[in-house]
């Protein structure tokens, strides 16, 4: 049964700081990996998506990587801004089925 | 511009009543899916389509939850009866078929229930 862990859970900086999240799964037998922001109350928006075959993914000030053999992804955010603070989250499909498990977020905050 | 559209977006309902949500996928996805999610357990899966099939719904508790596409264009979840603990945000998802393009998953905005 595949697990998808995010750490941290929160996480607080100030304006300008290069900051890393951690996605980790159980199950490397994935399709692709995606990435998603939640803004409080809204839905989830799609950020990057990595597909299985590849190692990493980039848009804008955002960079995505992917190590299957080890079960983790990484989301680094480039001189992070206010306007980035949300809660991310990550979420894999397994090879032959459609579901989408997803981690249970990390919560950031970044201070003016 | 398109987009998974959900409604209601809001719905406060007493115990013991019938909740329908509902949700528009993007047009030409074949796979749908609707999750749940509270503060207490994240985003849970209930059920996925593919197709207008349902392909696993075992995340959903089966007594009370129904699932079903009645067309390419409409995906419901009801409740009957509704109990306070099934209040928590909805989504809908939908994506393109995962072989056959990126797998990109697109959601809604969620219904936002409460049950009294």
């Known amino acids: 049964k595949q697990e998808v862990t995010q750490i941290p859970a929160a996480l607080s900086v100030p304006e300008g700081e290069n900051l890393v999240l951690n996605c980790s799964f159980t199950d490397s037998a994935i399709y692709n990996l995606q990435w998603f922001r939640q803004d409080p109350g809204k839905g989830l928006t799609s950020l990057l998506l990595i597909q299985s075959s590849q190692r990493e993914q980039t848009s804008g000030r955002l960079n995505a990587s992917l190590d299957k053999s080890s079960g983790r992804s990484t989301l680094y955010i480039a001189a992070s801004q206010p306007g980035d603070s949300a809660t991310y989250l990550c979420?894999?499909?397994?090879?032959?089925?459609?579901?989408?498990?997803f981690g249970t977020g990390t919560r950031l905050k970044v201070l003016a | 511009d398109a987009r998974v559209t959900q409604t209601p977006r809001d719905k406060v309902t007493e115990m013991g009543q019938e909740v329908t949500m509902r949700c528009q996928p993007i047009?030409?996805?074949?796979?749908v899916f609707w999750y749940r999610q509270t503060m207490m357990q994240g985003l849970e899966l209930l059920a996925y389509f593919r197709n207008r099939a349902p392909l696993d719904d075992s995340g959903m508790p089966k007594d009370r939850f129904s699932a079903e596409m009645p067309d390419a264009t409409l995906a419901t979840l009801k409740i009957q009866p509704s109990e306070p603990r099934d209040s928590a945000v909805y989504f809908c998802?939908?994506?393109?078929?995962?072989?056959?393009?990126?797998?990109?998953?697109?959601f809604g905005e969620g219904s936002r229930l409460t049950v009294l």
């Open positions: 979420a894999v499909p397994g090879v032959g089925t459609y579901k989408y498990i």
């Open positions: 047009l030409g996805h074949n796979t």
């Open positions: 998802a939908s994506g393109p078929e995962l072989a056959a393009n990126t797998g990109e998953l697109f």
